[in-house]
């Protein structure tokens, strides 16, 4: 059974940081894409980063760039998020999510085979 578990989320100051992890099991870790999404209340699911199979290639969501660092360790099988300078908006629930195929639309959530539950990133002003 494959299980994708999203931890570190909580409430934080506007300008903080928060490091989320995901925790993987039930699968090959390093054969796997692995991305971060959120969802804001009363939004759709939005890309956040995604990492490669043996970290050595990130992508960022573009309003993110500068600010969030995808990384991963491969024998921990954890993917991590690391966000700094946390805004208002940043407030959603982030969802780590597999992914076993090499593609260009990344960013689009159906091309993701597995998804965590979710963690809840407050911020406050």
């Known amino acids: 059974q494959v299980q994708l578990e999203e931890s570190g989320g909580g409430l934080a100051q506007a300008g903080g940081s928060l490091r989320l992890s995901c925790t993987v099991s039930g699968l090959t870790f390093s054969n796997y894409f692995m991305g971060w999404f959120r969802q804001a209340p009363g939004k759709e699911r939005e890309f956040v980063a995604r990492?490669?199979?043996?970290?050595?290639?990130?992508n960022y969501a573009d309003s993110l760039k500068g600010r969030f660092t995808i990384s991963r360790d491969n024998a921990k099988n954890t993917v991590y998020l690391q966000m700094n300078s946390l805004k208002p908006e940043d407030t959603a629930v982030y969802y780590c999510a597999a992914d076993r195929f090499l593609t260009n639309d990344y960013s689009l959530s159906h091309e993701y085979d597995y998804w965590g539950q979710g963690t809840q990133v407050t911020v406050s002003s």
């Open positions: 990492i490669s199979r043996n970290g050595g290639f990130t």
